[in-house]
């Protein structure tokens, strides 16, 4: 397949395992000693209009990071377009982030493990704001347990939301923009244990693990008690978590042009060339 865009890599971003409660805003605990010499910025990275005429597609767009993101690249100019499974929740995301920026939020109902669902949510997205120059892949799915306790269900719940959904969204959205002769930025949100492991979150690890194989980036997020967030914590210098204001710049900045020096394309010739390699070594 011809190249889709940029593919960022970000090794070693952040802590171990970056942590959310569900749906609620992330939680943040900036009580160690360290914290208070790193406070966190929260004001917008870069300048006014950086994504004027851009349009972005943000899956799992209404909450928590997502939806962080969303506002972010909508006030600086850019027409976005979220998708996610609860409309409701949706629809009152857009809405209001469009009355906060001026800029009109569309809402697409879509569970990204149906790939005709996607199919379709491709195409209304490319309707309602035309070909995507920026997706984030961030619907996810996860919960703990151990690994002798999952049913083949648990596991394919998982797997098919964080790895197929990324994956249909991805090859939908590129077949387009390779019909059309147009390239985007591709960010897909994952995490450090993709390459690790963890014990408690293997569907997630697993699926995260190929996610990165087609997509590389950063985060994901996990542990709904809070059990080991103080442990992790403690690993960080800076003695706290990053917050979803600085993980949307972060976000922002890879999609921007800005960043346009940081990518993973390969070109159709490039191609060619391995092909013919790979066709040598045949029989060989």
Not at 3 to 13: E, H, K, S, T
Not at 128 to 133: Q, R
Not at 143 to 162: C, G, M, Q, Y
């Amino acid at each position: 397949m011809a190249p889709l865009g940029r593919f960022f890599l970000a090794p070693g971003l952040g802590p171990q395992r970056f942590f959310s409660y569900g749906t609620k805003i992330l939680y943040q605990n900036s009580n160690t000693f360290q914290s208070k010499f790193f406070p966190s910025v929260q004001k917008v990275m870069l300048p006014p209009n950086s994504f004027q005429g851009k349009v972005a597609f943000i899956t799992g767009g209404g909450t928590g990071l997502g939806r962080g993101m969303t506002s972010l690249l909508s006030s600086l100019g850019a027409h976005c377009v979220i998708a996610s499974r609860k409309f409701d929740v949706l629809k009152a995301t857009a809405e209001q982030i469009s009355s906060q920026t001026g800029n009109k939020v569309h809402a697409i109902q879509c569970d990204v493990r149906d790939p005709d669902m996607v199919q379709n949510t491709v195409s209304e997205l490319i309707r309602l704001a035309g070909h995507p120059d920026i997706v984030i892949n961030n619907a996810a799915g996860n919960f703990i347990s151990p690994t002798e306790r999952l049913s083949p269900n648990a596991w394919k719940t998982i797997t098919d939301i964080v790895l197929n959904g990324t994956a249909f969204v991805t090859l939908e959205i590129g077949k387009q923009l390779i019909r059309a002769q147009k390239g985007a930025a591709f960010l897909a949100i994952t995490t450090i244990y993709a390459g690790t492991g963890s014990g408690f979150v293997v569907p997630s690890a697993s699926a995260k693990a190929g996610v990165e194989a087609l997509n590389k980036v950063p985060f994901s997020r996990l542990d709904p008690t809070g059990a080991f967030e103080k442990e992790m914590v403690n690993r960080i210098p800076c003695g706290r978590l990053g917050t979803v204001e600085e993980l949307a710049n972060l976000a922002a900045f890879l999609c921007s042009d800005y960043a346009s020096w940081i990518n993973g394309a390969v070109t159709e010739e490039q191609w060619d060339t391995i092909e013919g390699l790979i066709r040598k070594t045949k029989g060989s």
